[in-house]
């Protein structure tokens, strides 16, 4: 795992957009697995200006989203469907018919999530995994105690994440859907590369459990620490209780991956 600390939440957003889009010139139909959120807001915002102004193109792209409520139609305006094609999709060249996110109205739970898994499979794995990390250190929403080898299949949400994500939904929580599919810890660290943002002081006692903390699943983004290819991006205020930042910045200026970069 390599950790890569900047200035503010701004900096660090446009490290990762500049790392996707990287990527994407390297590989035009590189397999993309994406997050939602508010920390992705402001990647997805560099992203469509790369695509604007420097011609980056997700013609070639597919997508797999890490998750999606259980119950909400894709229209629905808090579905995770809606907020990518508001925040991403509908700002870039990409062709709908590549983007995935599982099918929370799926009437046979079981048989989506092992079509999701088939999908992926299909379309060669995923070559480079975004993801932000919940208050109780959940990756997609493998909350506490998922297992570390779990698939993509339906979890019930911890109460904090059901609040966490309350504002999508006027604050009300009790329309906040209790249940959704997400992809496992198992199937996440079979990407071939992850990348994990997160930014804020609200993120630091969970990024140094699972950046330097023991690998448990009481905190599933620490499975991370297992994955061959794993970069985690963080500003100084989500890093305050990390206890290596001098050997991070000191990596981070020596890899060549970051030279002139
Ligand atoms: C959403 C997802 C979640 C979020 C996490 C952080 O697709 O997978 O794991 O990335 O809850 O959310 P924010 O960025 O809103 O703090």
Aim: glycine fraction near 6%; hydrophobic fraction near 40%; charge should be negative.
């Amino acid at each position: 795992m390599e950790v890569i600390l900047q200035p503010d939440a701004a900096a660090a957003a446009l490290l990762v957009a500049r790392v996707i889009a990287r990527e994407i010139r390297r590989q035009p139909k590189l397999v993309l697995g994406l997050a939602t959120g508010r920390t992705m807001e402001a990647v997805y915002a560099h992203l469509a200006c790369m695509h604007r102004e420097e011609g980056l193109s997700f013609a070639a792209c597919r997508t797999f989203n890490l998750d999606e409520y259980i119950g909400l139609p894709p229209e629905h305006p808090a579905s995770y469907r809606q907020y990518m094609n508001q925040h991403l999709f509908s700002q870039v060249d990409i062709d709908l018919q590549n983007t995935h996110l599982p099918d929370g109205t799926a009437t046979d739970l079981t048989a989506e999530c092992a079509y999701y898994e088939h999908l992926i499979v299909e379309c060669g794995g995923i070559d480079l995994q975004l993801l932000g990390i919940g208050h109780d250190g959940h990756i997609g929403f493998n909350e506490p105690m998922s297992a570390l080898r779990s698939r993509t299949r339906d979890k019930t949400l911890m109460r904090s994440t059901i609040e966490q994500n309350a504002e999508m939904f006027a604050g009300e929580l009790s329309k906040v859907p209790y249940r959704a599919i997400t992809m496992g810890v198992g199937t996440i660290l079979e990407s071939k590369r992850c990348l994990l943002l997160a930014t804020g002081y609200e993120k630091a006692g969970i990024i140094a459990k699972a950046l330097e903390g023991p690998i448990t699943s009481r905190v599933t983004a620490s499975a991370l620490q297992l994955h061959a290819h794993c970069t985690v991006v963080v500003d100084y205020a989500a890093a305050a209780t990390l206890e290596e930042t001098e050997y991070y910045r000191w990596i981070f200026e020596n890899e060549p991956e970051w030279q002139n970069f």
